[in-house]
């Protein structure tokens, strides 16, 4: 091996020994919630779905909040989540941990779960932040960072140097000793997931840094849509208001998959209502409403977006896999999941070196 392949080799061992516990806890926890909605639909079908009644009509949505505080009337409604299929309940998070599932057409309170011990958001807790926090996302993004130059050696590494060695650097080896087959892998198997795990960490560097963000937009030529909140319009109180801005959303946008409706709050005193689309393109609508009388304020809509702000927005589903459908979220569960052994025989390898 020349003296520029040990200098890759050496910083190639280096990155990987300090940022792999944290590969794996960030892997690890990452394929748990990558089927999460599939999964919570398999184990908790009683507080995902009700019996649709004949010629039954959905309760309002203001209805559907005064029985979530009457039933947990320690705290106020935060956010109602109203999927537009209509065997699904309703969603009611309320202020502090609890999140109440509720029967849109008879009003009954399905199941009360406390977010805190939620298995998935634990994970995704996990996978973004280590549990720890605004440090622990702070390392996962230095750590995101790094896998950048982890994986530009590891490929370095990887590109033979002879040409007659070039069929055997894409063979994937099943014979020989473990420590062969343990190189091996490593050596083919991460080349093979390299590209996948590029993009990966791109994309996670994009959730994690505002300069990365920022930089997307500059690389697009873009502006970053700065969003402002409405102030509210002081006029006569009017009934079932979130009812009717519901109404108005899904006037004006009939295909979106599920709408969000964050209540006023103390950073806003305005109804903001997010219109999901069941695409892969992570495509949205932001409405805002006033909260006497439910009439729209503001709008900031899809089709306005810029580049940069449409990257942003499918920025997600690119980390996922899900902008390639359930095959790319089969590919991103697989390949994340080889970066846990990666990351094994990584060090299995440096140790065998130093200590053989």
Known sequence: MNRQKKIWREIHGIIGLLVGIVIIIVA??????????????????????????????????????????????????????????????????MYGQHLLYINPYSGEVLGKTDTKKDPFLMAWSLHTQLGLGKVGGQIVGWATLACIPLIISGLWLWWPSVRTTWRRVFRLSYRGNWKMLNFQWHKNGGFYTSFFLLFICLSGLMMSFSWFEQGVYWLTGSEQATRHLPKAIASAQEEEIIEKSLHYTMGQFPDVREVNIFFPGKSSKVFMFIAKYEDKLGRREILYFNPSDGKLLEGVYSDRRSVGDKIKGMNYNIHSGQIWGMFGRIIAFIVTLFSVFLVISGALIWYQRKFR
Request: proline share 3%.
């Open 28 to 93: 690890i926890s990452g394929c748990v919630y990558t089927f999460q909605r599939e999964i919570r639909a398999a184990l908790y079908p009683d507080l995902l779905y009700v019996n649709v009644p004949a010629y039954a009509t959905r309760l309002s949505i203001d209805r559907i909040s005064q029985i979530a505080e009457q039933y947990h009337s320690e705290t106020k409604v935060r956010e109602i989540v109203v999927n537009q299929q209509v065997d699904r309940s309703v969603k009611v998070y």
